[in-house]
């Protein structure tokens, strides 16, 4: 379960991803232009200290944009090339985002969800009360019980496609994947899509 907490973000999600997207060859996007959130959604950190969550974008109609991010209490050693920005969160104070792709609990969470036909986290408002609304979901394809633990991970892009170990992450939503089991994401007024596999 992902607890959400009614919080003021500066920058916000969307301003950091609108920030880091250029940079990014696969993305086609320019400087300022509007980042628009088509949906997201969350995965639990077993331990309970990282922050796990999908975005799916687009910018001025163009392709869905695949945007796991990872939030965290403090610097993760090693990535800094994978750091989008520092951010201050005025429940839990600072945080640093990273993209997913360079964070091993990213990558564990994501195979677990995947190999054992997993889904996204329900989520709880810290304050009490109405749930957050429902934004996106996903869910895994296998049927294993376990999943082995994934504590590095060394990331490489070719294309739209990110590979990091056994598994490969899409970021132009519709690119060609690999074969294996997979993650299908879902979200408002879209057809379901493949953002991630477990290669065979």
Do not use: C, N
């Amino acid at each position: 379960m992902a607890v959400i907490h009614d919080a003021t973000l500066r920058p916000s999600k969307t301003e950091a991803i609108g920030g880091w997207l250029p940079t990014q060859a696969w993305s086609g996007v320019t400087p300022g232009a509007e980042v628009l959130v088509d949906g997201r959604f969350r995965f639990d950190d077993p331990a309970g200290e990282v922050g796990v969550e999908t975005y799916l974008v687009h910018v001025d109609g163009g392709p869905v944009l695949h945007v796991p991010l990872t939030y965290r209490g403090a610097p993760l050693p090693g990535a800094e090339d994978f750091l989008l920005t520092e951010m201050e969160h005025s429940v839990l104070g600072r945080r640093w985002v990273y993209d997913a792709a360079g964070d091993p609990v990213y990558a564990d969470v994501l195979r677990r969800a995947i190999a054992t036909g997993g889904h996204e986290a329900s989520l709880e408002s810290a304050e009490g009360g109405e749930a957050p609304p429902v934004l996106g979901t996903a869910v895994g394809s296998g049927a294993a019980t376990t999943s082995p633990t994934v504590d590095a991970v060394a990331p490489t892009t070719d294309g739209a496609l990110t590979t990091i170990g056994d598994l490969t992450i899409v970021r132009v939503v519709g690119t060609p994947l690999p074969a294996g089991e997979t993650l299908t994401a879902t979200w408002h007024d879209a057809d379901p899509a493949v953002v991630a596999v477990l290669r065979s």
